[in-house]
C-alpha cells in the first residue's frame, strides 16, 4: 500500500487582501466525519474547482468532495493579481514571447478554453460581472529599454494574427493618470478578476449543484487501500476511487516531483479604499491592470467599488523559498518596496497608505511545464502552474478531471505530451543562485 504524507501544511504571510476587501464569507463546513466519494480533490482554488465543476459535467450525479487546507479564496487563489490572460505570458523571457510561433498558438487556444470555461460558470452560477471583466490589459513601459520590449512583443503577436494596440505616453496618462509611462501595449484578450470574489462564488455555485467543499480540512495523508484512495485530515477521512491533487507547489509536499520544483513567493500591496480628494488627484480611468514590459517590474492595478473599494494594488519583489514559507523580514521588506514603487509612479498620492500587504505562492519550473498527468493508477495532478495560476490552474484542473475519466482533449494532450520538470540544481546552489539571479533581473528591470 503507497502512502504519501504531507511533510508541510500551506503558511501564508500577510492577509489574503482580494478576500479582505469582500463581504464576510459564508461559514466553513469542515471535514468532520468519515465519507465515500467517487471522487476527491485536494486544493479549493483555480485547478481544484475546476476540476471539481469538470467532474461534475463528466460524470452528473456523482459524489465529489473537494478538501481545502484553509478558506476559499485565502490562500494562493485571493494572493495573485487577478489577470487571467490569453496571449503567451512567459516569465522566463525578456518580453514574454512564448517557445515560438506554433507552439504560442497552441497556449493561445487553450487559454482561451479557459476564459470561455470559467465565462460559462459565471454565466451558470450569476456571479458578479464585475468579477469578471474582459476589458484587456496593457503592458506598461517607462523606459526605452521597457519600449523596446513592448516592440518586440508588439511584432510577435502581430505575426501570430493577434490584435494589440500601442498607446503613448498621453494615452498612458488618461488612462493610468500616471505620468510614469512613456508608452503601452494594449491586449484586448485578458480578463480582469477579483480573484477572491469569483472563486467565492464559484464554490457557492458548486455547493448548490451537490459538490461537498470541505474548507479548514487539509490533508495530512493520502494512502492506497485496494483500488481507493483514503485521504485523511485532522477530523476525517475520505475515501474516494479517484484523487486530483490541486495544491500547486504543495505536490511536492507530498513527495512527488522532489527537487524539480520551483517555489518562488511574489509580494502585493494594496491601498485604503481612496477618498474623493484622492480621486481627483489621480484622475485616469476608474478600472485598469498594468503589467511590466519586463516580466521582473512592478504590476500595477486600480479596482473600484464593486471589486472592494476604489484601490491600486502594487505587486513586485520575488524571492525563491525551498521551503514555502516566507519570513516577516521578507514581507517588510517588499513592502518598503512597494511604497517607493507606487510613490514613483502617483506622486501626487505618495502619502497614501497601504491597507494590506501580503505574499503570494507561485510554482514554477526550469522548462516551463506542468504537472498534469496520473501520478499513481487513480491519482492524478494538476499542478505547477508557472505563474500562470488563474489560467493555467483553471486548465490543468479541467484537464485532470479529464484524464481520470478517460477523457481525451485537446488540455489533456498538451499537458501529457509535456516533459517531466527539469531537476534543480543541489542545496544551496539552487537557493542563493535563483535570490542571486531574481535580484538582479529585479534592478535590471529599473523603472519597469
Known sequence: MTTHKARRLPVHRGPAAWSAILPGQDAPEPLTESVTADFAVVGGGFAGLSAARRLMELHPGSRIVVLEAGLLAEGAAGRNSGFMIDLPHDLSSDDYAGQGADSDREMIALNRKAIAFAREAVADYEIDPAYFDPCGKVNGAAS?????????????????????????????????????????????????????????????????????????????????????????????????????????????????????????????????????GALKKLGGAPRWGITPSDPMGTTMRRIGTAQGGNRIITRTCATFLPGMEPSDSMLDRAARVHRQKFADRFPALAGVRMEYSWAGHLCLSRNGVSVMRELESGLYAA??????????????????????????????????????????????????????????????????
Open 144 to 276: 526605452d529599454a521597457g519600449h523596446a520590449h513592448n516592440e518586440s512583443y508588439a511584432a510577435h503577436l502581430t505575426r501570430l494574427g493577434e490584435t494589440n494596440e500601442t498607446l503613448d505616453g498621453q494615452a498612458m496618462h488618461e488612462l493610468t493618470g500616471s505620468r510614469h509611462y512613456m508608452s503601452g501595449l494594449y491586449t484586448p484578450g485578458t480578463v480582469m478578476l477579483q480573484p477572491a470574489g469569483y472563486i467565492r462564488a464559484l464554490g457557492r455555485g458548486l455547493k448548490r449543484d451537490g459538490i461537498r467543499i470541505c474548507e479548514n480540512s487539509p490533508v495530512s495523508e493520502i494512502a492506497g487501500s485496494g483500488t481507493d484512495w483514503v485521504l485523511t485530515t485532522r477530523q476525517g477521512r475520505v475515501t474516494a476511487g479517484k484523487v486530483i491533487l490541486a495544491n500547486n507547489g504543495h505536490l511536492e509536499s507530498f513527495g512527488f516531483a522532489k527537487r524539480r520544483l520551483m517555489h518562488i513567493f511574489l509580494y502585493a500591496s494594496m491601498t485604503v479604499d481612496l477618498d474623493a
Open 383 to 448: 499542478c505547477c502552474q508557472n505563474g500562470l495560476g488563474t489560467a493555467r490552474g483553471t486548465l490543468t484542473g479541467i484537464g485532470a478531471a479529464e484524464l481520470a475519466s478517460g477523457v481525451s482533449s485537446a488540455i489533456t494532450a498538451h499537458f501529457t505530451r509535456e516533459a517531466e520538470p527539469t531537476k534543480l540544481p543541489p542545496k544551496p546552489f539552487a537557493e542563493i543562485g535563483a535570490n542571486a539571479y531574481l535580484r538582479w533581473k529585479e534592478w535590471r528591470a529599473g523603472k519597469e
